[in-house]
């Protein structure tokens, strides 16, 4: 009996609505149930409202430097819910296009919660809909630590909604969300402290990317307190921590990590083999451990960005409706923490790099912005390079500084293809831009 589509996608997300979308272009019978808004947590909670609240932020650092250049704009003031209003319309510009784009390539569209009941079936409002390839692409969910007067929280879900800015504010973690959102609130006025329990910020990234992004976040403003865990939060708010340190605040945001979205999936029941931390385990082709059900993006918690959810969504369906087996090559995926200042990197921190290689070369600078010589501002723009020190070969680059994500996007080519240094040194540069000192850094640090 033929099944009712080839594809039933599971989320509307960005992989999700890619492998739909992309699926059916391929000829595909294609349906994706989407309870919420299409988007994902990218689009909605992600991303997109995260990287606008940043260029809000920015704009009050902005003006100080652009009186040092002539400009005098008075007293500038910030409205919450100006702000807020006008994300949510972009955002809800943004649900329309993604829901758009699947109607338009001719996928049917579910606006049901689905789960998995067999390796063919999935229940959707009620209804059974069979399917040859089950797609379950559901994204994470933000954690919260087990402490009592967790309930007075809130994770970066609730954050995009507030109805207004706090006084003060604590952020508790180390990572991307924490980083970003210290910044953010910091920026727009917010008495700001970031708590972690690590020594340093950015586990995972290059030791200098932590070490140098706190000093310049303390230079503006934002309190950091590391190894430092909230033990208790009680009506006040007051934060109680592990060494009895005591703070009161307006709002505690916890971003403490995220957990994949597999809860009450009926994948377990199906026979798909989960992970310790709930995420989908999958091989290179994104197939389960039931050959006819797949995942994609931050469910299988592999690498948890936008564009490799999007790039793992493309292979899939390239693999399953065009005869093309094709893996997602996760080496040297470049990456941005859209903190003040920008954080980026791509390729191997010096830590790892020591570890697969032995002998490396490092390159690093540290310098001021030409665009800060004139009102007085003393944040200094970080770069780094680790080289193979047999074959020459540039292993990562990394840097904190403003448009960090756009030049290291470009690097992030040369890096991919396997260039050296020399020929890092043969480019020559734009002057006077930051991203020059990418290819004039000559004097080894290592």
């Given at each position: 009996m033929k099944p009712d589509f080839d594809l039933f996608t599971i989320g509307g997300?960005?992989?999700g609505v890619r492998a739909s979308r992309v699926a059916a272009s391929y000829g595909a019978r294609v349906a994706v149930a989407e309870s919420?808004?299409?988007g994902g947590t990218c689009v909605n909670v992600g991303c997109i409202p995260k990287k606008l609240f940043a260029y809000a932020a920015h704009y009050r650092e902005d003006f100080a430097v652009a009186r040092g250049f002539g400009w005098n704009l008075g007293e500038p003031r910030f409205d919450w819910r100006t702000?807020?209003?006008?994300?949510d319309r972009e955002i809800a510009r943004l649900n329309g296009v993604y829901e758009s784009v699947l109607a338009k390539a001719g996928a049917n569209i579910l606006r049901a919660r689905a789960t998995v009941i067999d390796a063919h079936t999935v229940e959707a409002g009620g209804e059974r809909y069979t399917a040859r390839h089950i797609l379950v692409a559901t994204g994470s969910w933000p954690r919260l630590p087990d402490i009592p007067g967790r309930e007075l929280a809130i994770t970066s879900n609730e954050a995009f909604f507030l109805d207004r800015l706090p006084r003060r504010a604590l952020v508790v973690g180390g990572g991307y969300i924490?980083?970003?959102?210290?910044s953010i609130f910091n920026g727009l006025g917010v008495q700001t402290t970031l708590a972690y329990r690590g020594p340093r910020l950015l586990r995972g990234f290059d030791a200098d990317l932590g070490g140098h992004l706190a000093g310049e976040m303390r230079k503006k403003g934002v309190v950091i307190r590391l190894q430092c865990i909230p033990a208790k939060l009680e009506?006040?708010?007051k934060v109680t921590y592990a060494d009895g340190a005591a703070q009161e605040v307006d709002l505690v945001m916890f971003a403490t990590g995220r957990k994949p979205n597999t809860a009450g999936l009926g994948l377990e029941g199906a026979g798909v083999r989960l992970a310790g931390d709930g995420a989908v385990a999958v091989d290179r082709y994104s197939r389960s451990s039931v050959d006819s059900i797949h995942a994609i993006g931050d469910v299988t918690n592999r690498l948890n960005l936008t564009p490799v959810a999007t790039a793992e969504g493309m292979a899939l369906a390239?693999?399953?409706f065009r005869n093309e087996p094709t893996p997602v090559d996760h080496v040297n995926v470049p990456t941005a923490v859209f903190s003040d200042p920008n954080v980026a990197a791509v390729g191997l921190s010096e830590e790892a790099a020591r570890r697969q290689y032995g002998e490396i070369d490092i390159y690093k600078t540290a310098f001021r912005a030409l665009k800060l010589t004139l009102g007085g501002h003393e944040e200094r723009t970080f770069m780094k390079?680790?080289?193979?020190?047999a074959s020459q070969r540039v292993l990562g680059a990394h840097m904190i500084g403003p448009d960090a994500g756009e030049i290291i996007q470009g690097v992030a080519i040369a890096v991919k293809l396997g260039a050296t240094k020399a020929q890092f040194d043969a480019t020559i540069g734009i002057h006077p831009t930051a991203a020059e000192e990418f290819v004039t850094m000559r004097e080894r640090a290592s």
């Open positions: 997300g960005s992989g919420g808004r299409f702000l807020v209003a006008n994300k924490a980083l970003e959102f210290a009506q006040g708010i390239k693999t399953l390079l680790v080289v193979d020190a």
